[in-house]
């Protein structure tokens, strides 16, 4: 079989040409990084966790009338997806304060908002994906204004939808990060959501204990990250049948 072309390495995926024009293959890595990647591991089985809680994410959204780039999952770690063109900004969608906004404002972590706040960085590594407000966006053209009223929208939804599911769970979502893709239907432009959608990219406190079930646990030293999305796609139901702890054999008497 001939060898397919890989596109794209990001730090925790890689996208592969798909089977069809217009597909892409996104294979899910266990490499974990964080803070810009000056702090980086491999932690078994992340890839496979994330592969199906995007998969679960991306396909619950489509349910609910709200455009993904996903279109199936195709083995433990790869999916099949839309290509699109991505915008480059990270959508962080905050319901209450923590990480970089806790930091800025002096906020206790866990602080809750008056009302969800949507924050846009430029996706820009050498510059460490820089805050910029709607003012830049516009100006130097990463986005219509259009294109933003949209972006809003659409983040608000998955908001809504993540915080409903997650709550259903136990989970408390306090923030997350989105990643916006266009695609064109003939000379017609939708804006969907593209990448993924994990732990990686969230923040996911447990309601009762506020135990973190997130990339914070590897940001700050905090457990087993892999321990920690398991526990996650195991309320979700939707644990992979052979990357965990698999039964053991029963002694009969
Ligand atoms: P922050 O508080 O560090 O700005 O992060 C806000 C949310 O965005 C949090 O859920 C983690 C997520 N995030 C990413 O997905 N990628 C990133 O590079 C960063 C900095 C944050």
Same mark, same amino acid.
Request: glycine share 8%; hydrophobic share 45%; with cysteine.
């Given at each position: 079989m001939a060898r397919r072309k890989k596109l794209y390495e990001g730090k925790a995926k890689v996208l592969y040409e798909g089977p069809e024009p217009g597909t892409l293959v996104q294979y899910f890595k266990d490499d974990a990084t964080a803070f810009n990647a000056e702090k980086k591991s491999v932690i078994e089985g992340k890839g496979v966790l994330n592969n199906r809680l995007s998969e679960f994410f991306m396909t619950g959204l489509g349910q609910i009338g709200v455009p993904t780039h996903f279109i199936k999952r195709l083995n433990m770690r790869e999916q099949l997806v839309r290509q699109v063109e991505i915008v480059p900004l990270e959508v962080i969608v905050r319901n209450f304060a923590a990480g970089s906004m806790s930091k800025r404002l002096g906020l206790e972590e866990g602080t809750p908002l008056p009302r969800p706040i949507i924050e846009f960085s430029y996706?820009?590594?050498?510059? %460490?994906?820089?805050?910029?407000?709607?003012?830049? $966006?516009?100006?130097?053209?990463?986005?219509?204004?259009?294109?933003?009223?949209? $972006?809003?929208?659409?983040?608000?939804?998955?908001?809504?939808?993540?915080?409903?599911?997650?709550?259903?769970?136990?989970? =408390?979502?306090?923030?997350?990060? $989105?990643?916006?893709?266009?695609?064109?239907? %003939?000379?017609?432009?939708?804006? $969907?959501?593209?990448?993924?959608?994990?732990?990686?990219?969230?923040?996911?406190?447990?309601?009762?204990?506020?135990?973190?079930?997130? =990339?914070?646990?590897?940001?700050?030293?905090?457990?087993?990250?892999?321990?920690?999305?398991?526990?996650?796609? =195991?309320?979700? %139901?939707?644990?992979?049948?052979?990357?965990?702890?698999?039964? =053991?054999?029963?002694?009969?008497?």
């Open positions: 996706k820009d590594d050498a510059l %460490g994906d820089p805050l910029v407000p709607e003012e830049y $966006i516009i100006a130097f053209g990463w986005a219509s204004q259009q294109d933003m009223d949209d $972006i809003v929208a659409l983040a608000l939804r998955v908001n809504d939808f993540m915080s409903g599911v997650m709550h259903g769970v136990g989970i =408390k979502l306090i923030d997350f990060k $989105i990643e916006i893709g266009r695609v064109w239907d %003939g000379d017609f432009m939708r804006l $969907i959501v593209a990448d993924e959608i994990s732990p990686d990219s969230c923040r996911l406190w447990d309601v009762e204990t506020g135990q973190k079930f997130d =990339k914070d646990v590897f940001r700050h030293d905090l457990g087993n990250l892999a321990d920690a999305y398991t526990e996650v796609a =195991k309320r979700l %139901g939707v644990l992979p049948t052979n990357v965990t702890h698999a039964a =053991k054999p029963t002694l009969i008497n």
